[in-house]
């Protein structure tokens, strides 16, 4: 039996630099664009401690809760 209201979901990590930059608002708004063009939505923001490419710290980010009908 099929569900109807079927939903997926997938969560984008979102940081600017290791160094802890200000997050850039036009390249969040170009992540967002870019998995809206494939059926995503935005679901929730969150603001996290994120892991960086390079040593065991972490740095502030934000974690990108997106939703879409399941295919």
Known sequence: MSNAYAVEYKVVT???SLIGDALDSDKLEKVLNKHAEDGWTLKAITSADVKGRIGP???EGL???LERPRR
Do not use: I
């Open 57 to 59: 710290g972490a740095v």
């Open 63 to 65: 974690l990108l809760t």
């Open 14 to 16: 979102f940081r600017e």
